[in-house]
């Protein structure tokens, strides 16, 4: 049985987890060969005081998948995409997806469109909705639609939106939807269609509530996307126990961390982005098998 092969196409840093340094250690932890390439190559992430680095070219990305393609490795199952900065460069990906998806039509996409927090825009994708088209696996972000979610209703409307655009699966990472446990809790939803032997569709929502840390983290939405990557292909029908599974990777490395970097930082003091890199190694065993602490609520099951 050959192991399966992604093409991840996101950042790189020398130190720290981000990106392509957050993605490929997990999922190889899970069975999963890892192709990477470097949207941009920096020292560190960009919330230290300084960082230094280069920007991948849409032509040096092209150069890259044609040394692959000439030595017919090309094959893939699955290709995951995140933090880029240039839509030529964001149109060379829709090229290469094309192609890929004519080579492997049962090619899953995945698509991280990393935005930045608090609104600050820190990547082009709202500008390329033609990947929306290719998309199968797709993470919200409230700045693709500039709509806000402030109901339930609210967020039924854009998944099912965003299914009509492309993507059998949607996850909402971001929303302003209040948690029922409190302010100390953010709320993620999720929604997945399933065809069923007899051609007809089965719909799935999901919502958790997930507890909130008090710090900022850089890399865990790549971490995410990854670990989403992962879950569903283990539960390729079950989006409960895909999201269950991820997001309690997720609790597991984020506590590990905070709990190291207040150690680190001291009393009183609060932990420096250095002391915030995600405790990825250490975490190994609760990414291959990790114990279940937030549990999914299904909102709706139809068949249509």
């Not at 854009?158 to 029922?180: I, N, Q, R, Y």
Request: overall charge neutral; aromatic content about 8%.
């Amino acid at each position: 049985c050959f192991p399966c092969r992604v093409l991840s196409i996101q950042s790189h840093v020398v130190r720290g987890y981000v990106g392509n340094k957050s993605a490929t250690f997990p999922l190889q932890v899970l069975g999963f060969e890892v192709d990477s390439i470097n949207s941009v190559q920096f020292s560190n992430h960009t919330g230290y005081a300084h960082w230094k680095g280069q920007v991948l070219t849409a032509e040096e990305l092209n150069v890259l998948y044609e040394g692959i393609k000439l030595n017919n490795v090309n094959h893939y199952d699955y290709i995951l995409t995140g933090y880029s900065r240039d839509i030529s460069f964001l149109e060379t990906v829709v090229d290469i997806i094309k192609e890929l998806k004519k080579a492997n039509p049962s090619l899953v996409y995945v698509c991280d469109p990393v935005m930045g927090d608090q609104g600050a825009m820190v990547s082009s994708y709202p500008h390329t909705s033609s990947l929306l088209l290719f998309c199968d696996i797709f993470f919200f972000h409230r700045l693709l639609t500039g709509r806000k979610i402030n109901t339930e209703e609210d967020a039924i409307e854009v998944m099912d939106l965003l299914h009509k655009m492309g993507p059998e699966t949607v996850v909402l990472t971001s929303t302003d939807l209040p948690s029922k446990q409190g302010d100390q809790f953010l709320v993620a939803l999720g929604s997945q269609k399933i065809k069923k032997p007899d051609g007809t569709n089965t719909d799935q929502k999901i919502c958790m509530d997930i507890p909130k840390v008090d710090a900022v983290f850089v890399g865990t939405g790549d971490l995410f996307a990854a670990m989403m990557l992962a879950w569903t292909h283990h539960h390729p029908k079950d989006l409960k126990t895909a999201c269950e599974k991820t997001v309690s990777v997720m609790h597991h490395v984020i506590k590990r961390t905070i709990t190291y970097a207040n150690e680190m930082a001291g009393p009183g003091k609060r932990p420096t982005p250095a002391q915030l890199e995600l405790r990825m190694v250490q975490s190994k065993a609760d990414i291959e098998n990790p114990t279940i602490v937030v549990e999914a609520k299904v909102l709706q099951k139809s068949s249509q």
